[in-house]
């Protein structure tokens, strides 16, 4: 069970590059997170996804895509990359809804956005 | 606007000290809040308290909930270096139980 992965692991973008990051679960979960983590700001939600097929924007989507394809998987897009961008992202993932249960984490991607 | 304040946002303590940290919260229709603890990487979570559970304990860590003053806090008795971590406070908002508005965490350095 490796829980929620996520690749890649870092990444250095030029401004105006595109990428997308890849979130996977193998706990069949429905629901999926995109957050992103700044110093001093703490988590912020990019989108979410409360089922395969299914995404929701949530505190932070501009500039942002996302895809549920398939039920173990999340993609975040950035079409154009900013320096405002330069975060570091985590996904991640749970059964029910935030509000019943915890939600597990991914390891995290830092992507700095030159 | 649907709010978690955590305090304080940093602190610094010896081996054996007890920390108490503070998490206060604005919003309506209250579901549940949640702690997590942050080492080097991905959050990993520590309590659920709910208006039915309001009060949990795990070895030197407890947690309580305080509905009336909206806030909750989570104790550490004898600190230990590897308690050394950011502590994420986070509520469901108002009319959304699929996500969770996390604060902005408590950062604890706990020194030999």
């Known amino acids: 069970n490796a829980g929620v992965t996520q690749t890649p692991k870092f990444r250095v973008l030029k401004t105006g590059q595109s990428m997308t990051l890849l979130c996977a679960q193998d706990?069949?979960?429905?629901?999926m997170y995109w957050y992103r983590q700044d110093p001093g700001m703490g988590l912020r939600l990019i989108h979410y996804?409360?089922?395969?097929?299914?995404?929701a924007k949530g505190e932070v989507p501009d500039g942002y895509n996302v895809s549920r394809l398939k039920k173990q998987n999340f993609l975040l897009g950035l079409e154009s990359a900013a320096p405002s961008q330069t975060s570091v992202y985590f996904c991640?993932?749970?059964?029910?809804?935030?509000?019943?249960?915890?939600?597990?984490f991914g390891p995290g991607t830092r992507l700095l956005v030159l | 606007e649907d709010k978690v304040v955590q305090s304080p946002l940093s602190l610094v303590v010896h081996e054996g000290d007890t920390v108490t940290l503070n998490c206060s919260y604005e919003?309506?229709?209250?579901?549940?809040l949640l702690w997590y603890k942050q080492e080097k990487k991905a959050p990993t979570f520590l309590f659920m308290l709910?208006?039915?559970?309001i009060e949990k304990k795990s070895g030197r860590l407890s947690s309580i909930l305080d509905k009336k003053e909206l806030s909750s806090i989570l104790n550490i008795t004898a600190t230990q270096t590897g308690d050394s971590a950011i502590y994420l406070c986070?509520?469901?908002?108002?009319?959304?139980?699929?996500?969770?508005?996390f604060g902005k965490g408590t950062k604890l350095t706990v020194n030999p």
């Open positions: 991640a993932s749970s059964y029910e809804g935030a509000a019943q249960e915890t939600q597990y």
């Open positions: 706990m069949n979960h429905e629901y």
């Open positions: 996804s409360v089922g395969e097929g299914t995404t």
């Open positions: 919003v309506t229709n209250f579901r549940s």
């Open positions: 709910t208006s039915s559970g």
């Open positions: 986070a509520v469901p908002p108002q009319g959304g139980s699929e996500k969770l508005v």
